[in-house]
């Protein structure tokens, strides 16, 4: 099987982690396990899990990772304490989350997730489920119009959706390219001229049929609460709507008393959990842009667990 990928934010990930060569350490978004491999190069009684809720990504990382202390499961990152309880593994040193569609799922045409490409309206993860076929042709109006809204910030996304229910009339949308017709003839004229008006629709439906957004939250939490002290937790997002609830999140375990502003001393005795290693978020360089467009809005951030 080709599976083409590139590794973004590699020696930032790798740096971010400070990988101890004894370390348990975690991949939650193996994918083509070109992070997964460069971390377990690092260890030597150390140990690596790395979990993908594709099977196809996971009969590659399985390939790739052979001859390392190394396992890949089949699995959401979302099921990480599950997991990690099955493996009886009480803490991780560090955790990597690399957030959003794969390449290979964007290149392989038949998964359905791009518009570039003609085939049948798929955009499953995990080959399993509800498809975006489904959504497109069964949610009502409204429920599109909300989700093109949400999940891929359109501000043409009452426009799009009643031309969605008004072809879906005459006849069930089946393609991506008949989905991609219906998007731009629902858009002005000026905004398909200005960039390709589907990439938002499509980002949209894919969040929703995958429910990333609500995957994303959970394995937040879980993976902070799988650190050991002294552990990281680094992630990688793609656009603002992940970026902004990892942003979030982590301010949440920074955050310290949660007393009202008026009380005069600390009651609740709350102190923050983790520390930033980056204030800021780690964006690709020149000489990587270079080599992978496809990193263009990758963010990373880092943080870092100070207590239990």
């Given amino acids: 099987m080709e599976f083409n990928h590139i590794p973004v934010l590699l020696d930032e990930c790798i740096d971010?982690?400070?990988i101890k060569p004894d370390g348990v350490y975690i991949d939650g978004t193996v994918g083509g396990a070109g992070h997964s491999k460069e971390i377990a190069k690092r260890l030597t009684t150390g140990r690596l899990i790395g979990i993908d809720r594709d099977p196809e990504a996971v009969s590659v990382a399985r390939e790739r990772l052979k001859?390392?202390?190394?396992?890949?499961?089949?699995?959401?990152?979302?099921?990480?304490?599950?997991?990690?309880?099955?493996?009886d593994i009480p803490k991780a040193d560090g955790i990597l989350l690399d957030l959003g569609v794969s390449s290979h799922q964007l290149d392989e045409a038949q998964r359905g997730?791009?518009?570039?490409?003609?085939?049948v309206l798929d955009m499953r993860m995990s080959k399993a489920g509800i498809s975006a076929k489904d959504i497109v042709n069964t949610y009502s109006y409204e429920s599109l119009a909300n989700i093109i809204f949400e999940y891929g910030e359109e501000k043409f996304s009452r426009q799009i959706a009643h031309a969605i229910v008004k072809n879906r009339e005459e006849k069930e949308i089946e393609t991506t390219s008949e989905l991609a017709d219906i998007i731009r003839s629902a858009v002005p004229q000026k905004a398909r001229r200005e960039k390709n008006p589907c990439k938002k629709t499509f980002q949209a439906i894919r969040i929703a049929v995958n429910d990333e957004l609500g995957h994303i939250s959970a394995a937040l939490d879980k993976a902070f609460d799988a650190l050991s002290v002294g552990g990281r937790l680094c992630v990688i997002s793609f656009h603002s709507l992940?970026?902004?609830?990892?942003?979030?999140?982590?301010?949440e375990f920074c955050r310290g008393c949660v007393c009202p502003p008026d009380f005069p001393v600390c009651v609740c005795g709350k102190t923050p959990r983790g520390a930033l290693v980056n204030k800021k978020p780690i964006e690709p360089g020149a000489h990587e842009l270079e080599k992978n467009k496809r990193s263009k809005s990758a963010k990373l951030r880092i943080i870092e667990k100070i207590k239990e």
């Fill in 16 to 18: 971010g982690l400070n």
């Fill in 113 to 119: 997730f791009s518009y570039h490409s003609d085939a």
């Fill in 67 to 87: 001859g390392f202390n190394a396992e890949v499961i089949e699995a959401n990152f979302s099921e990480l304490d599950g997991i990690m309880k099955e493996k």
């Fill in 242 to 251: 992940e970026d902004r609830l990892v942003k979030q999140r982590f301010k």
